[in-house]
């Protein structure tokens, strides 16, 4: 093999080498519409996401439903829902119950 064909196998391999690392770092393991509504309520509620808490999907009739509890790195907590074909999330702070 000749240097010029080593350096574009290198060239090639460290290319697609960076391409996997920066894809792998972008997406997160949660499914997306958590990922949606981690984004939500960054932009709204100014809540950067420590957890999620009963992650509920499911079907009613023809349409899918996703709910969850969200707890901000600053502690406040949020109950958030959605029933498609709705692209937002109802989202509504949680209060204190008292038992």
Excluded: H
């Excluded at 391999?13 to 996997?20: D, E, I, K, P, Q």
């Excluded at 969200?70 to 999330?89: H, I, M």
Aim: proline fraction near 3%; hydrophobic fraction near 40%.
């Amino acid at each position: 093999m000749s240097v010029v064909a080593k350096t574009a196998l290198c060239s090639a391999v460290l290319a697609m080498c960076a391409f996997s690392t920066s894809t792998a770092l972008s997406q997160s393991s949660d499914p997306a519409w958590l990922d949606d509504l981690g984004l939500q309520l960054q932009s709204e509620k100014e809540c950067a996401v420590n957890y999620f808490l009963n992650m509920r999907e499911g079907q009613i009739g023809t349409s899918r439903y996703y709910e969850a509890r969200v707890q901000c790195v600053d502690g406040r907590l949020f109950d958030a829902s959605r029933t498609e074909p709705e692209e937002k999330f109802t989202i509504r702070p949680c209060g204190v119950a008292v038992c």
